[in-house]
């Protein structure tokens, strides 16, 4: 049985009445993203439509005013995004109706990450024209600030893990011991990295709204090439290189089955280039930004694993010790190969 949030018909009603979209023609559940936040596809006499509840803790106005005001920016600048519909009577991005927030997007058609090079190439040059948009931008609302880099809530996690499995009942198969070394190795690997990247300076490097989750799943392509781009929630002020290496991470790292042990421990070497070459096609990268992108993505692998196996166990479907093992096996080829993953741009 399904747990995810629905619109009820009376509110649907309500909420549509405030659009200027036409006719309505269908209205399909729109299963993709949070089971928390209900979306719609509408499709009407005007076009396609996709309607949107905010859930609840990512509903504060403030913070989805900053979104949609960052979101209408680019959107002026002709930044390959899904629209925002305005209200019908005072053109607002965002209705609040009875305790909730909603949105409606223009629905853009396109397909998913294809792993091609071209794509790969293609949604570097997408991030590189969104960080040269955003360079001079100055937001209406204060932004978010705080990455993976150099974050205490990484150590608090990695504390976490022993405690969350124990309580759980996951260490069944496994020995404290064995969670006790995996869980050093993590820290030691992302304190090394963080301390490494600081050593270059990157706290005197100019900060900028950056998109924070530029991952193949929040891009729609099209024959190869980036149509839209979606989700700005993350979006936040910091270093240009810090999205910049988590994007070379999300478009190289290489997955597989539910059993992490029979994933690849290299990153995909010739993607790696692509993307960071179709990047510096449209914003050149210092040498200094490409020196730190092996030791960001060391970071940017630990913190995304680490808090939410604190948190639940487990990294969605898989068991969390064993997605631990896996990250550790990837991080340590990404140290013995950082000469060979910079050099392999750098000619």
């Known amino acids: 049985m399904s747990d995810r949030e629905k619109f009820a018909a009376d509110e649907l009603a309500i909420v549509m009445s ?3 979209i036409g006719v309505l023609q269908t209205v399909k559940e729109y299963s993709r993203g949070s089971r928390k936040a209900p979306k719609l596809l509408i499709t009407s006499e ?24 960052l979101q209408l920016y680019l959107a002026s600048k002709q930044f390959p995004l899904p ?16 305790n909730h927030v909603y ?8 397909t998913g990450y294809d792993n091609s090079l071209e794509s790969t190439y293609d949604s570097g040059k997408i991030l590189a024209l969104y960080h040269k948009l955003l360079r001079g931008y100055t937001p209406q609302f204060e932004p978010p ?6 974050a205490r809530s990484i150590h608090n996690g990695l504390d976490q893990i022993p405690v969350t499995f124990n309580k759980l009942d996951r260490l069944r198969d496994i020995s404290n011991e064995q969670v006790s070394a995996t869980t050093s190795f993590l820290r030691e690997a992302y304190f090394q990295a963080a301390e490494k990247v600081n050593k270059k300076g990157l706290s005197n490097w100019p900060v900028q709204i950056v998109h924070c989750d530029w991952h193949p799943g929040n891009m729609l392509f099209r024959n190869r090439k980036v149509v839209a781009v979606i ?4 979006a936040r002020l910091q270093q240009r290189v810090i999205d910049l290496a988590n994007g070379v991470l999300q478009f190289s790292i290489l997955g597989g089955s539910d059993d992490p042990t029979t994933w690849p421990e290299y990153v995909d070497e010739t993607r790696f280039k692509r993307f960071i070459r179709g990047y510096d096609e449209v914003d050149v990268i210092s040498t200094a930004e ?3 992108i092996p030791g960001l993505m060391v970071e940017a692998m630990v913190a995304e694993s680490v808090l939410p196996i604190a948190a639940t166990g487990s990294f969605g479907r898989i068991e969390g010790y064993g997605f631990l093992q896996m990250i550790e096996r990837k991080i340590r080829w990404v140290l013995e190969h950082e000469t060979q993953l910079i050099a392999s741009v750098a000619q």
Do not use: C, W
């Not at 629209?83 to 009875?98: A, E, F, V």
């Open 145 to 150: 600030v705080g990455s993976y880099h150099d």
């Open 46 to 69: 005007k076009g396609e439509y996709l309607l949107k509840r905010r859930a609840h803790g990512k509903d504060d106005p403030f913070k989805v005013a900053f979104s949609h005001a």
């Open 290 to 292: 490409l020196e730190v």
């Open 231 to 234: 989700d700005y929630d993350a």
């Open 18 to 20: 405030h659009f200027d």
């Open 103 to 110: 949105e409606l997007f223009e629905y853009i058609r396109g």
């Open 83 to 98: 629209h925002l519909i305005g209200t019908r009577k005072d053109n607002n991005s965002m209705l609040q109706h009875n």
